[in-house]
């Protein structure tokens, strides 16, 4: 099983609801994309669902990162949104938790783009 | 005394990955491991293997990657072997470093590291890389063990 991405706009935030595997290969492939793609139109507020996300390795973290700076580097901001356990504690031990804005409440992710 | 549960060549190729882990989940949780532990040693496999089949032998149709599974008493070891150019994990550069926090790779190694209780790289013979990964069931309750 790889990653579904599906997307939804809220107002003027891009919500990506990801669902799966993020590992290397297809899936961290696919999330590389739709980032581009959002940033190449123009998307400068995209915030991650990885609630349904039961997996993520070494290379999904790498995409993450990278979808990251693409977006910082665009003049956005990228923030992640109901991780699970086991997700939370890869980014503790990468020590990525203090380069994410992690929320694990959708309303007030949305409004923490304002 | 160990039993070899499984010993196998396979390709350099993400599918092999894919079956590693699976297998040496199967395998651990036979062995009793409990799930979070399961979850911890195949995502350590799957990097290993990673770093076998992309790293190692760069996705060579013309290189195997060795896996082998022994089962301890309390302790499950899995050893990968690619035939690559061999590999020092000191020279990896920290992915914890300010420097390197952002780098899109290079946190494989870390997370194996987290995730077992040996992790041993040697080299192999003729050529390439051995890892050894060596995870032990958790004491059971009461017992000191």
């Known amino acids: ?10 107002g003027d935030v891009t919500v990506l609801d990801c669902a799966g595997r993020i590992t290397l290969g297809e899936g961290s492939s696919a999330l590389r994309d739709g980032i581009r793609d959002l940033v190449g139109k123009g998307n400068k507020k995209i915030l991650l669902n990885l609630a349904e996300i ?5 290379s999904g973290i790498g995409e993450l990162v990278s979808s990251f700076t693409t977006v910082s580097n665009s003049g956005g901001a990228l923030k992640l949104l109901n ?4 997700v939370q504690d890869l980014l503790q031990i990468t020590k990525l938790y203090t380069v994410f804005e992690v929320l694990d409440d959708e309303a007030a992710a949305l409004r923490s783009f304002a | ?12 190729t993400l599918d092999s990955v894919d079956v590693a882990e699976e297998k040496v989940n199967h395998i651990a ?27 190692g ?3 060579s149709a013309n290189k195997k990657v060795h896996f082998k599974v022994s089962r301890h008493p309390r302790q499950i070891e899995v050893r990968i072997t690619d035939e690559g150019a061999g590999f020092t994990p000191e ?19 870390m997370l194996i590291r987290a995730f077992v209780d040996e992790f ?11 890892v050894i990964l060596r995870k032990s069931l958790p004491a059971a309750p009461g017992t000191g063990v």
């Open chain 1, 83 to 86: 991780l699970t356990k086991r």
């Open chain 1, 1 to 10: 099983m790889s990653v579904t991405i599906n997307s939804r706009q809220v």
């Open chain 2, 29 to 55: 949780v036979h062995m009793g491991f409990p799930e979070e532990d399961v979850f911890r040693l195949g995502m350590a496999v799957r990097e290993a293997m990673v770093n076998a089949v992309v790293h």
């Open chain 2, 57 to 59: 032998n760069r996705y």
């Open chain 1, 54 to 58: 039961s997996y993520i390795d070494s």
């Open chain 2, 91 to 109: 020279e990896h550069p920290d992915p914890l470093s300010e420097d390197n926090i952002l780098r899109q790779s290079g946190r494989g190694v």
């Open chain 2, 1 to 12: 005394m160990s039993t070899t549960e499984m010993d196998a060549y396979y390709d350099s």
């Open chain 2, 120 to 130: 041993v790289v040697q080299p192999a013979r003729p050529a390439g890389t051995e």
